[in-house]
């Protein structure tokens, strides 16, 4: 596993190995693939009913707006890296260093259902690790998040390895290999 640089030493994005691309620039991709999303909503359709879209073209939409959204800011190197993320466990108040954490575009016609997850490394400092995009109130109800879980865990728990546990210990990692 490497890490990507994305906007200057504020947030990086996990490159699995044997990937072409790391899981930011992947996200926006299949996020932007009409093929790809025209596949994805008839296996959903009943979870959509949640959001009150019962339209495979709307969905489509929606998701495409929302993944316009997610690229202009996380790519935009003014954005506020940590306005962007709230902590993974919704009971988790203030989020301390290696907090699992979560993204999503602002509300328009209903919330987003696109998610970008995120390890924070401390204060305005995150390393992306998956997204999903999430239509159940858990994660663990599809398949496809329950993945996401399993790749954020893996990242964390490379880090540990590692002695990684706040950005000038990664920052020290990255400059050493």
């Known amino acids: 596993m490497t890490f990507d640089e994305i906007i200057d030493k504020k947030l990086w994005s996990v490159r699995y190995e044997g990937n072409f691309d790391n899981e930011l620039y992947r996200l926006l991709d299949e996020w932007g693939d009409v093929e790809l999303l025209y596949n994805f909503f008839p296996q959903h359709i ?3 009913s949640y959001f009150k879209v ?3 073209d709307d969905a489509i939409q929606d998701t495409l707006d929302d993944r316009d959204e997610l690229e202009r800011v996380f790519l ?3 954005t506020n890296i940590e306005e962007l993320f709230r902590p ?3 009971r988790v108040v203030r989020p301390n260093e290696m907090e699992k954490m979560k993204s ?3 509300k328009r016609r ?3 259902w696109l998610r970008v997850y995120a390890i924070r490394l401390s204060d305005g400092k995150y390393i992306i690790t998956g997204g999903a995009i999430k239509l159940t109130k858990e994660m663990r109800d599809r398949e496809h998040t329950r ?3 399993v790749k954020i865990d893996k990242v964390r728990n490379f880090l540990k390895d590692n002695q990684i546990f706040d950005d ?3 920052v020290e990692y990255l400059e050493a290999i």
């Open 46 to 48: 009943n979870d959509l």
């Open 54 to 56: 019962s339209s495979i």
């Open 76 to 78: 935009d190197s003014t």
């Open 88 to 90: 993974l466990d919704n």
């Open 104 to 106: 999503r575009p602002e």
């Open 110 to 112: 209903h919330p987003s």
């Open 147 to 149: 993945q996401e879980l």
């Open 168 to 170: 000038d210990s990664f």
